[in-house]
């Protein structure tokens, strides 16, 4: 005979639609449950969480937050997985993939071993980092603190900064901008304003502008071209940095704490970052 988790209201308490489903904080009610039926419930849940649509990135980040936290306890390792198990199903890998960089090492670790087919994009587990886990959620305080030491951010904090990069998309499509939160490094954007979060040095949330779809038909011909080629990456170049910095101005105006960082040390290649949302936001 058992309870339920003890860190499991933690867990419906970060999602939305976990608290509209829960079906395992009822069995507190009971004195005594059987072990059994504490893990299918959780299962259950599970599933819920991997496949329903409504919830979205910022949500699922949310969880899987405080399951890296939970995870720190090895006796609570069977029933989180018990969790996790559905979300590294095949049929779920592409919205894992959507997650993984703002994933904790923990959770990235219990995903690769419970994957069936482990992708190329999926990190090999690795134990949890010896540096420093830190609960500031501003890159700027971070960097100046830990510059000798370096840091990883805590789950949380990573979750904070995928919920301000949507939090800015929003924004920005609220005033007829065409913006999207993409994975850092992604390869092929969309067109507008491209928001993402960076889990290396430097970390936080970064804007940048594609003048162009890269995964296009269109942008591929005009770029391997030969004729014209160094004319048009310099146009390309300036529009990037014309339109990224109008973006950034009008997150400001609406009260984001922003940021256009200088690096002079690279060609005064330009850096823009959102720091924080408004204290005060528009209702």
């Not at 198990?85 to 959507?98: D, G, I, K, V």
């Not at 011909?221 to 048009?232: H, I, K, M, P, W």
Request: proline residues 7%; negative net charge.
């Amino acid at each position: 005979m058992t309870q339920v988790p003890e860190w499991w209201p933690r867990v419906v308490a970060a999602g939305e639609r976990l608290a509209a489903v829960d079906t395992v904080s009822e069995l507190g009610e009971f004195r005594f449950v059987d072990k059994a039926q504490v893990y299918l419930r959780i299962g259950e849940a599970g599933r819920e969480f991997a496949s329903a649509a409504e919830i979205g990135t910022a949500e699922r980040v949310r969880v899987l937050a405080v399951l890296e936290d939970v995870l720190e306890d090895p006796a609570h390792r069977p029933a989180a997985l018990t969790f996790l198990t559905p979300l590294a199903e095949r049929t779920r890998l592409a919205e894992l993939q959507r997650l993984w960089s703002s994933l904790g090492p923990r959770v990235r670790q219990e995903l690769a071993l419970l994957a069936a087919v482990v992708p190329d994009w999926m990190e090999p587990a690795v134990p949890a980092p010896a540096k420093p886990v830190v609960r500031l959620a501003d890159p700027v305080t971070l960097a100046r603190q830990f510059a000798e030491s370096g840091f990883v951010p805590a789950a949380e904090v990573v979750a904070s900064w995928q919920e301000l990069a949507e939090l800015a998309r929003d924004e920005l499509e609220r005033c007829g901008v065409p913006a999207s939160v993409t994975a850092s490094g992604a390869d092929a954007v969309p067109t507008g304003v491209c928001l993402s979060v960076s889990l290396e040095e430097p970390y936080g949330v970064f804007l940048e502008w594609n003048p162009l779809d890269s995964g296009s038909r269109r942008y591929r011909a005009l770029t391997e071209s030969r004729s014209g080629t160094a004319y048009l990456a310099d146009y390309i170049g300036d529009v990037r940095g014309l339109l990224a910095r109008a973006a950034l101005e009008v997150l400001a105006a609406a009260g984001f704490r922003t940021l256009l960082e200088y690096d002079f040390l690279f060609g005064g290649r330009r850096a823009y970052r959102v720091l924080a949302p408004p204290q005060r936001p528009f209702a």
